[in-house]
């Protein structure tokens, strides 16, 4: 072979070796790239309890097991509080953006789906398969539903309690193991523990404490007295306010009365919302207040020197004396919601049934002592049916109504809120602010009534 022959034999190699492994490189790229830059879907998921520390805990926690599950999606986490998130939501929503899951109080519900602000979950409650909402009670699935559709997935759902300091019960001469039945007996004990405790002449422990702020909070501290008193919101067509009647007069003077004439409450009411309210029963300044399951966690993580899981009481809502009321109190419940703006409906419809599947509602049982409308946890859960505070509340749910479902309901609430603020601080009289609020709910219901329709006045 020849010197000629010889080279050009060794280049033909050489370069034919090149375009093999420049070939099969190039055929390994896309894989390679594949692999090391996976897509991900992000979730902005939005909830005032993130503002909530034992809350914002449990979160984190449940939302790792979430993306160990679904390793193409990643949470976002978007702090709200109680009382603005309406406002921003709406807001964000109207502009196009906006929380993919978002949660609401249950009251918030029609106003929202009317306005277009929910996403149609329908068909994924169906691919779900039959009997996926019968775990959940009935009652509490209805209200996520329009027209037959589902818009929502319910949440947390808790009767209103009401709660006292078993210490300070003891130190003012009470039984701690008979809490007051009848909104007299209420008055006699808040009567007692308001009291100079450290002996400088100067009360400094109420018997009650309540909201007395423009608040969304304002609804389940208020419901409770007027429901136990045999009193109602609105007529039975929701088309009339109903606080003309004796029953809704009387819990209105009852509420104001605590404030002004016995001064059980204490000073500046007006300024008081659920959080500083809560914060007085973690500090000993007040002995009762309404709530639910998330009350003694929220005092307890306030002030753990208190230790409220063991100090605090949970009982039934005190009624009108010589009445059985079938409805003595009101219900909790929160709904769960996917933004009609999201890009990503499927991967936020994981995320809602994950929020509220079993498991994870026995969860926040556990970390934040909440019940679930699930029948299945609430119902069934030996650890929440066992607990000194959860038994109670559940067995009033028996005893709880929702307020009425309209998507006014939010300036019906807040006409009332502004009449017990406008007595306690003797801007009027309670018979004049409730005649005035009166007034104001049948002009918010003028919608629903034709010209025969008449609503009756004081």
Not at 103 to 131: C, N, R
Not at 370 to 386: A, F, H, I, P, Q
Request: charged share 25%; aromatic share 12%; hydrophobic share 40%.
């Amino acid at each position: 072979m020849s010197f000629k022959t010889t080279k050009w034999t060794i280049l033909t190699l050489l370069l034919a070796s090149f375009l093999l492994v420049s070939t099969a490189a190039f055929a390994g790229t896309p894989k390679e790239t594949s692999e090391e830059a996976p897509e991900y879907v992000e979730l902005v998921f939005s909830d005032w309890h993130l503002a909530e520390p034992h809350w914002e805990k449990a979160l984190k926690e449940a939302f790792v097991i979430f993306e160990r599950e679904h390793p193409n999606i990643k949470i976002k986490l978007d702090v709200v509080s109680y009382g603005e998130k309406e406002t921003k939501y709406t807001t964000e929503i109207e502009a196009g953006v906006g929380p993919d899951v978002f949660h609401l109080h249950a009251y918030s519900i029609k106003s929202f789906i009317e306005k277009g602000y929910v996403y149609d979950m329908t068909p994924f409650v169906k691919a779900e398969g039959p009997g996926f909402t019968d775990a959940w009670y009935s009652q509490t699935i209805e209200l996520m539903k329009k027209d037959g559709k589902y818009f929502a997935m319910p949440g947390d759902f808790m009767a209103m309690v009401l709660y006292y300091n078993k210490n300070l019960y003891r130190e003012a001469g009470l039984d701690p193991a008979r809490p007051p039945k009848t909104w007299d007996e209420f008055l006699e004990y808040a009567k007692k523990l308001t009291r100079d405790r450290d002996g400088d002449g100067k009360i400094d422990t109420w018997g009650f404490g309540t909201i007395g702020a423009i608040d969304p909070g304002f609804e389940l501290r208020f419901t409770p007295i007027l429901f136990s008193h045999g009193g109602s919101y609105l007529s039975k067509d929701n088309k009339c306010s109903a606080l003309n009647t004796s029953e809704a007069m009387e819990a209105m003077k009852f509420f104001n009365d605590l404030v002004t004439v016995h001064k059980v409450v204490p000073p500046g009411v007006t300024a008081q919302n659920p959080g500083t309210v809560r914060q007085q029963m973690a500090n000993e300044q007040i002995a009762m207040l309404l709530g639910s399951g998330w009350t003694p966690p929220i005092v307890d993580n306030n002030n753990p020197d208190l230790n409220a899981l063991d100090v605090l009481e949970a009982a039934a809502v005190p009624v009108k004396a010589g009445t059985s009321p079938k409805f003595s109190t009101t219900a909790w419940l929160s709904a769960w919601m996917i933004s009609p703006n999201t890009k990503h409906p499927e991967e936020a419809w994981e995320l809602v049934k994950f929020i509220t599947s079993k498991s994870m509602e026995e969860k926040w049982f556990k970390d934040a002592r909440v019940l679930s409308s699930r029948k299945d946890v609430s119902g069934e859960y030996d650890e929440l049916l066992s607990d000194k505070f959860a038994k109670i509340i559940a067995a009033e749910l028996d005893h709880a109504k929702f307020v009425p479902q309209l998507k006014e309901w939010p300036q019906i609430i807040e006409a009332i809120n502004t009449a017990a603020q406008e007595s306690f601080t003797g801007a009027k009289s309670p018979k004049r602010a409730l005649e005035d609020a009166h007034d104001r709910i049948n002009g918010i219901l003028s919608v629903y009534r034709t010209s025969s329709d008449k609503c009756p006045g004081f």
